[in-house]
């Protein structure tokens, strides 16, 4: 069993950079795909950001964010980071780190672990 702990969301103004990260405990945390997701109000959770468990780390990211977010993983300190620049208003949302036995977290993926969340607030 794996327990996922999100940190680092908050209000930034559009154009500015957050960090997420997502502290993992339990389980063997080099064996899990990670991604992050996110929820804005009224709108269904969405796939953000993946990256695999190993094969030097492949990543794969919605086109609403490619070439503005980043995630990466460090298995030392059981954690994946989520790498926000340029925030736009429609990155609104409360934010979700996952986990899942299969090899990678893609936009098809239904991980076998969740976070709480996380918000993050983009003012125009």
């Known amino acids: 069993q794996v327990q996922l702990v999100e940190s680092g969301g908050g209000l930034v103004q559009a154009g500015g950079s957050l960090r997420l990260s997502c502290a993992a405990s339990?389980?063997?945390?080099?064996?899990?795909?990670m991604g992050w997701f996110r929820q804005a109000p009224g709108k269904e959770r969405e796939f953000v950001a993946g990256?695999?468990?190993?094969?030097?780390?492949?990543?794969q990211y919605a086109d609403s964010v490619e070439g503005r977010f980043a995630i990466s993983r460090d298995n030392a300190k059981r954690t994946v980071f989520l790498q926000m620049n340029s925030l736009k208003p429609e990155d609104t949302a409360v934010y979700y780190c996952?986990?899942?036995?299969?090899?990678?977290?893609?936009?098809?993926?239904?991980?076998?672990?969740w976070g709480q969340g996380t918000q993050v607030t983009v003012s125009s």
């Open positions: 996952a986990a899942d036995n299969s090899a990678m977290v893609h936009s098809s993926s239904s991980p076998n672990y």
């Open positions: 990256i695999s468990w190993s094969g030097g780390y492949i990543t």
């Open positions: 339990g389980g063997t945390f080099s064996t899990y795909a």
